[in-house]
């Protein structure tokens, strides 16, 4: 979905690195997300925000943080990486004032820490 | 707590032939039910939603979905596959929001069933 957007799409680095992922959406939502897709394992929530000012860790928060800098985007640091955190990572939106609060997702980047 | 469980890794159908993927839930309120879909090398992008009302959802792509209250499942189907319906299939469930800072408004999503329909 060309309206939310992640940079890198790919990225190699080594081990005690920090590395930021950074979202971008043009939908206008306040709620937005990051989770991280491992084989077998589903999507898991790492962090979410509610808005600006409303941060919050989802059920994988270590080894990660976030900054809000604004509506539109939500950035993703591994301030540490290490290799189990070698996975694809992918960014949502959601409208809480929808009828459901359906989320939209981002192409996911690939990150690989060796 | 809230979960969702989709009991098979992987379904194989012939094209032309109907597809379920199914998927069971847990949750302690009014759940609200979606079903995603993920090609090779893209983002998830939405198929349908149940929130209330007619327990048979229709959605994108001819994919449907039915809600059974009494079963707690979701089952996605679709009533002929085409090979181009191959990919990873996810459920996905939340409670009804109760308002701004609520944990209750995060999506809880099962493992993914891969679905591989061959010519």
């Known amino acids: 979905d060309a309206d939310v957007t992640q940079t890198p799409r790919n990225r190699i680095t080594k081990t005690g690195k920090r590395i930021m992922l950074e979202c971008s959406q043009t939908?206008?939502?306040?709620?937005m997300y990051w989770y991280r897709q491992d084989p077998g394992l589903g999507l898991r929530l790492i962090y979410y925000?509610?808005?600006?000012?409303?941060?919050n860790k989802g059920e994988i928060s270590d080894g990660y943080s976030v900054s809000r800098q604004a509506q539109a985007k939500f950035s993703l640091s591994l301030e540490s990486a290490i290799p189990n955190q070698t996975a694809l990572y992918f960014c949502?939106?959601?409208?809480?004032?929808?009828?459901?609060?359906?989320?939209?997702f981002g192409p996911g980047t690939r990150l690989t820490v060796t | 707590a809230q979960s969702v469980a989709q009991p098979e890794d992987q379904v194989n159908v012939a094209e032309g032939n109907p597809l379920t993927v199914k998927c069971t839930y847990s949750?302690?309120?009014?759940?609200?039910l979606f079903w995603y879909v993920q090609y090779p090398n893209r983002g998830l992008q939405f198929l349908l939603k149940?929130?209330?009302?007619?327990?048979l959802v229709k959605g994108s792509y001819g994919f449907e979905a039915e809600f059974n209250k009494s079963q707690t499942s979701f089952h996605l189907k679709k009533p002929s596959a085409l090979v181009s319906d191959s990919a990873l299939y996810f459920c996905?469930?939340?409670?009804?929001?109760?308002?701004?800072?609520?944990?209750?408004?995060?999506?809880?999503f099962g493992r993914g069933t891969q679905l591989t329909v061959w010519p």
């Open positions: 996905a469930v939340r409670e009804v929001d109760r308002g701004r800072g609520s944990t209750l408004g995060r999506l809880y």
């Open positions: 925000s509610f808005d600006v000012k409303d941060i």
């Open positions: 149940y929130i209330t009302g007619d327990n």
């Open positions: 949502a939106t959601s409208d809480p004032t929808g009828s459901s609060d359906e989320q939209y």
């Open positions: 949750v302690s309120g009014n759940p609200y």
């Open positions: 939908k206008g939502h306040d709620r």
